[in-house]
């Protein structure tokens, strides 16, 4: 059965520091992959996707991507966090040929000044 | 351009009660969906459309239902409210998969079932 896991519930970090989002998915083909961001009260905005090609992948805020197919992993990876990026993410996994969509739990960052 | 629009933005409900949920979308998308949001679990799918028209069940459709008569418009109904239904409902929209799938979402409902 297809499944995304995000091991990091919650992840504290300081404005300027690295972050690094961990998302391992299982499925039988390469997926297409996908994060989003959702701020309180808010919809979930994409923030990078990965079909095929290159498995770096660079998105909008900064945000790069890096698909490993041996690991089955998709981690999401910015340099230096700003308080804004405050939010939760949500790793997306979705089969090409079939309508299995799964979404990860979630992880919530939270920003120190 | 609005994008994807839901309607409305918050409502209660008594157990038994019935609604329906409005979700419009500006982009002339092909493929809507339907997903509940509750702490913890994620985004499940509970339905979704591939054309007007259209419809599917997803991971979680007992106690739903929907339509599709025009292609900018996706409808989900719950037609006897249960506490359980209780959650935050997101609409989406995409486009075809040429062009890789990516979805674009409403601001949510939330709903709260007594």
């Known amino acids: 059965a297809q499944s995304v896991t995000q091991p990091d519930i919650h992840i504290t970090v300081s404005e300027g520091a690295s972050l690094e989002l961990r998302c391992n998915y299982s499925?039988?083909?390469?997926?297409?992959l996908f994060w989003y961001v959702q701020s309180p009260g808010q919809g979930l905005q994409l923030l990078l996707k990965?079909?095929?090609?290159?498995?770096l992948v660079q998105g909008i805020k900064g945000f790069e991507a890096e698909f490993k197919r041996s690991q089955s992993s998709f981690n999401l990876r910015k340099p230096s966090v700003h308080w804004s990026d405050a939010a939760e993410y949500f790793c997306?996994?979705?089969?090409?040929?079939?309508?299995?969509?799964?979404f990860g739990k979630g992880t919530l960052l939270t920003v120190n000044p | 351009n609005a994008g994807v629009t839901q309607t409305p933005k918050f409502r209660v409900l008594k157990t038994g009660q019935s609604m329906t949920l409005l979700c419009a979308q500006d982009m002339n998308h092909e493929y809507m969906y339907w997903y509940r949001q509750d702490p913890g679990m994620g985004l499940r799918l509970i339905h979704y459309?591939?054309?007007?028209?259209?419809?599917a069940k997803g991971e979680v459709p007992d106690g739903y239902n929907v339509s599709r008569l025009k292609k900018q418009n996706f409808l989900l109904g719950l037609e006897s409210a249960a506490p359980s239904q209780t959650s935050v409902y997101f609409c989406?929209?995409?486009?075809?998969?040429?062009?890789?799938?990516?979805?674009?979402f409403g601001p949510g409902t939330r709903l709260t079932v007594t």
């Open positions: 989406a929209s995409s486009r075809p998969p040429v062009s890789g799938y990516e979805q674009y």
């Open positions: 990965y079909f095929s090609g290159d498995t």
């Open positions: 997306h996994c979705r089969g090409g040929s079939n309508y299995k969509l799964t």
């Open positions: 499925y039988g083909a390469t997926p297409y």
């Open positions: 459309s591939v054309g007007e028209g259209t419809t």
